[in-house]
């Protein structure tokens, strides 16, 4: 396996290389080196998958009996018929509170690290709890949680089953939904049948689409290997005046920022970004790189769901991103025309369009 640095050199030598001759389809060899299949699920060794555990975390994926008043499930963010997202462009909140940010799809969730748009969350273990003790998200406590679980004989089975014996603890809790979590792995795509060798799995017009995402457009820079990202934060100049303009969802920022323990959260203007987890003026406004697997499912897009539709998202880019002090220098004026627009918009929209893999 390529460590993360090394593909993203090939990544960007192979952008620029097909940049310069952007009308040309790359092979599926050149797209398989740069890109390549999503491979094993990766788990940790101390909460392998299994199909009990697994199962367990769909069930209580799914009841809202996990929120403070039984409201709010963690399905109610992540709709299966979704892309595990919403259509909102600011993902549901719990009662009386308003979210601050899109809810971010989970389909192969199980390969990105770090996790959440301002990344915060190191693995999916420690993440899954999270939501259900957030303010904003299901205000919840883990404690009477399980003492409400314990009391349900079908939940006491379903842990025996998962784990061996009734013992119901938070640890558990977030284990489970994460090897739930994990079991959302959408593979086996027309671009993957392409790197497979298939050249006649991509129509005309997804090929062209193809040779702008690694060429002219250079989308392959961030969005490459397996899942289609480079795991790291960016700052796109995304428009945010329904998020700066809103005092409800300002005060969401500011309260989620000053949990997290960011230093300028009671003067904050706008959403930080990653800047809340690593309290660098330069991570300011710049969030996670997400994948493109079955990009189509998830809209709206980026991480305030400001932009509807990918064909937005594509004439964003091409505009060379929105304005912002600190936004990154990769984002630049694309120059593209409108064929060139809606042959891109079509690779993104149907090629990487694949189904949920099978547990062995």
């Known amino acids: 396996m390529m460590r993360p640095r090394l593909v993203l050199a090939v990544a960007v030598t192979a ?25 094993p699920v990766p788990a940790p060794h101390d909460n392998p998958l299994s199909e009990a555990e697994a ?4 069930r209580l994926f799914e009841d809202p009996g996990l929120s403070g008043d039984g409201s709010t499930a963690c399905m109610t963010c992540h709709l299966p018929d979704h892309g595990y997202a ?30 959440i748009w301002d990344g915060r969350a190191p693995s999916l273990d420690e993440q899954a709890a999270d939501p259900i003790g957030n303010v904003l998200h299901m205000n919840s406590d883990l404690d009477r949680l ?68 690694m060429g002219k457009a250079n989308c392959i820079a961030c969005h490459h290997g397996p899942n289609l990202t480079d795991h790291r934060f960016h700052n796109l100049g995304v428009p945010d005046d329904h998020v700066t303009g809103n005092p409800a969802v300002m005060a969401s920022i500011r ?19 990653r800047a809340q987890v690593t309290q660098d003026p330069a991570d300011l406004g710049a969030f996670r790189t997400m994948g493109l697997r079955n990009i189509k499912e998830s809209s709206p897009y980026m991480h305030n769901g400001v932009l509807r539709t990918l064909e937005d998202v594509v004439r964003f880019y091409d505009r060379g991103g929105g304005d912002h002090p600190n936004k ?25 369009q694949g189904a949920q893999r099978q547990m062995d």
């Open 146 to 213: 399980v003492e409400r679980l314990a009391g349900l004989p079908s939940y006491l089975q379903d842990f025996a089953k998962a784990y061996g014996d009734e013992a119901i603890t938070p640890e558990r809790i977030a284990n489970a939904i994460a090897s739930f979590e994990r079991t959302l792995v959408f593979d086996g795509s027309p671009l993957d049948l392409y790197m497979d060798g298939d050249e006649s799995a991509l129509s005309d017009r997804q090929k062209r689409g193809l040779a702008l995402f």
């Open 55 to 58: 199962d367990l975390g769909q």
């Open 86 to 115: 919403t259509s909102a462009k600011l993902g549901p909140a719990y009662p009386s509170q308003r979210e601050r940010r899109n809810s971010p799809t989970l389909i192969n969730v199980a390969y990105n690290e770090p996790l």
């Open 328 to 352: 990154s220098e990769r984002i630049v004026p694309l120059g593209l025309t409108d064929d060139e627009v809606a042959d891109l918009v079509a690779f993104l929209e149907q090629a990487l």
């Open 15 to 39: 952008g620029v290389a097909a940049a310069r001759a952007a009308t040309e389809v790359p092979s599926p060899a050149q797209v398989a080196a740069v890109i390549g299949h999503l491979g």
């Open 255 to 273: 309260s989620d920022a000053g949990g997290t323990g960011y230093r300028d959260w009671a003067t904050l203007e706008e959403d930080p970004g």
